[in-house]
């Protein structure tokens, strides 16, 4: 395996793709476009409803397309800095086909980036598939899938099993979904794992990491949990950018990733807190580091800090890391000077960071100034009580 930068990772994936006859397509916007289901883009393929349901024509007439899609989620926002693989902003890159090739050509072009173009070692690759569960359309197990990896991939059966649908059914609200197949990679033992004995791929412990999920488009679920067959078989993958970049630079969290760690680098240089010095200071690192990454992709998509909706999505990621950096000991706007890093690190895959630098750059630190101004007042407002 050899170290790989994250944007490095990024062009390999979208240039073997398209050696594969799929179309390059630009990352959407993170607001969604005719689709009330979405506060923020958060998949790869959420751009890309209507071409997997055929309500629409796909891109140039093209029925193969690759992206590296932004993403935001944030469910977990109260766990991101305090684990190596919460953030609030993620890359998917994908390979998606519209009614045209299925599973097999999905499986094999997936082995050959991991084991020919990554040089990942087969030894450590591990592959699940759908065992099936419950009843109807969605209930029965992905035999194909795993007579397409046994037989015409050549993976070992021992590297092979088969999981729930937890796992290994994909679906997010309404929509195109199908059962799906993920590919890990095998970190080594874990020691915090608690039954070393039977680790496996979808163990709670660190040692298998799931870095690309391929689904089988092959139902639409109307919302309410049934399933139908969509006119057409379709392909949708996700591969966590930064996760496959934590694998090929053999770091163990996403936040020690180069171009993400670079950003860090800047808030310690502003702050004057290490990285490693304690680990209350490391989780107001990372919350900064990640929180900057998501409002300067979020600015740059045309959001704007406010009290509802996507504003106060971005409301809330600017303050919570204004206030981290207030627990470092800044009490200064900085977020304005750090949104230039971000800039920097991903303005070649996408140049719209560079063209709006300024505009970025006024809202957050704008934002800062109101956020400060809005303790300032509670602080005069407290003192006042207690003299009276």
Request: hydrophobic letters at 35%.
């Given at each position: ?104 050509e999905a499986c094999k072009w997936a082995w050959e980036f991991c084991t020919e173009i990554m ?155 290490k990285y490693g010095q304690s680990e209350s200071v490391d989780v107001s690192l990372r919350v ?29 990621l600017l303050r919570r890391a204004a206030r981290h950096g207030k627990l470092l000991g800044t ?58």
């Amino acid at each position: 395996m050899k170290p790989l930068g994250l944007n490095e990772i990024r062009e390999k994936f979208l240039s073997f793709f398209e050696s594969k006859g799929h179309l390059r397509m630009q990352s959407s916007s993170l607001v969604p476009q005719g689709d009330a289901s979405l506060l923020l883009i958060n998949s790869g393929m959420a751009p890309l409803k209507p071409y997997f349901s055929g309500e629409a024509p796909p891109p140039q007439g093209n029925r193969r397309a690759t992206t590296c899609q932004k993403c935001i989620r944030t469910p977990d926002i109260e766990r991101v800095g305090k684990t190596s693989r919460h953030g609030t902003f993620f890359e998917m890159l994908g390979n998606f086909s519209f009614g045209d090739y299925f599973k097999s050509e999905a499986c094999k072009w997936a082995w050959e980036f991991c084991t020919e173009i990554m040089e990942l070692p087969i030894d450590k690759l591990y592959v699940t598939v759908y065992a099936g569960e419950g009843d109807g359309l969605a209930g029965f197990p992905d035999e194909q899938a795993y007579d397409i990896w046994a037989n015409e991939v050549g993976v070992d059966p021992s590297h092979l099993s088969r999981l729930g649908k937890e796992d290994n059914f994909w679906e997010i609200g309404a929509g195109p979904c199908g059962p799906c197949s993920e590919i890990y990679f095998d970190r080594g033992p874990d020691p915090k794992c608690v039954d070393p004995d039977n680790c496996k791929p979808g163990c709670d412990c660190d040692r298998y990491v799931e870095f690309w999920n391929l689904v089988f488009t092959q139902f639409n679920n109307d919302g309410s949990n049934n399933y139908t067959k969509l006119n057409q078989n379709n392909i949708d993958t996700g591969m966590g950018l930064e996760r496959m970049a934590c694998i090929m630079q053999g770091v163990d969290s996403l936040f020690d990733v180069d171009t993400i760690m670079n950003i860090t680098k800047r808030v310690s240089a502003i702050t004057g807190a290490k990285y490693g010095q304690s680990e209350s200071v490391d989780v107001s690192l990372r919350v900064i580091t990640d929180h900057i990454r998501s409002t300067t992709m979020m600015i740059s998509d045309g959001i704007l800090p406010s009290n509802e909706g996507r504003g106060y999505v971005l409301r809330r990621l600017l303050r919570r890391a204004a206030r981290h950096g207030k627990l470092l000991g800044t009490d200064k706007p900085f977020l304005f000077e750090v949104c230039e890093t971000v800039i920097n690190e991903s303005k070649a895959a996408y140049p719209e960071l560079d063209e709006k630098k300024a505009h970025i750059i006024r809202v957050i630190k704008a934002e800062e100034e109101r956020f400060a101004a809005t303790i300032d007042a509670g602080m005069k407002i407290l003192l006042d009580l207690r003299r009276t």
